[in-house]
């Protein structure tokens, strides 16, 4: 016969008995959990050659002082990022500080980890966790954090931004 109780009864059940003990149930809690997760991460496909292919052609010619032969992966588009200003993609920071200059820096802030936000209308880029601002050039204007921005590496070709 199948026993079809979850993972949290069992956990009463063995409290209840004396079978376990508290921290031996919740890191067995956990650890269920956390190979939850990593099944999940573990069921994406990889692209197929034709994918590898059309986003290798897209960007032939894309290189980078110290970048690794062929470009990275593409994040945006020129007209994705607001002259003076900037947006967020996953942890990077891109700005445009001028006229078709544009930068990267890591969002992660060195403070505390937090993820800052894309610069706001006077082109500060600003921490929400505990308020540390960095001017559109990565420069560290007001801690709590104590370092510039971590620069990131990036290409732009053809109207597309990509991670070198």
Do not use: Y
């Not at 010619?61 to 607001?82: H, K, Y």
């Amino acid at each position: 016969m199948t026993d079809t109780r979850v993972g949290a009864d069992l956990a009463r059940e063995a409290l209840a008995k004396g079978n376990a003990s508290r921290r031996g149930v919740m890191c067995g809690l956990a650890g269920l959990g956390a190979a939850g997760a990593l099944a999940a991460c573990g069921t994406a496909e990889s692209p197929s050659d034709s994918d590898a292919e059309s986003s290798a052609g897209a960007t032939d010619g894309a290189t980078s002082e110290g970048a690794d032969s062929g470009a990275g992966t593409g994040i945006a588009t020129t007209e994705d990022v607001p002259e003076g200003g900037g947006l967020v993609v996953d942890e990077t920071v891109i700005v445009q500080p001028t006229a078709d200059e544009f930068l990267a820096f890591s969002a992660v802030c060195p403070h505390m980890g937090t993820i800052v936000e894309a610069p706001d209308a006077d082109g500060n880029i600003v921490c929400p966790n505990h308020g540390s601002t960095w001017t559109i050039d990565g420069e560290l204007e007001q801690g709590p954090a104590e370092v510039n921005l971590s620069a990131v590496e990036i290409t732009v070709e053809d109207g597309q931004i990509f991670l070198a």
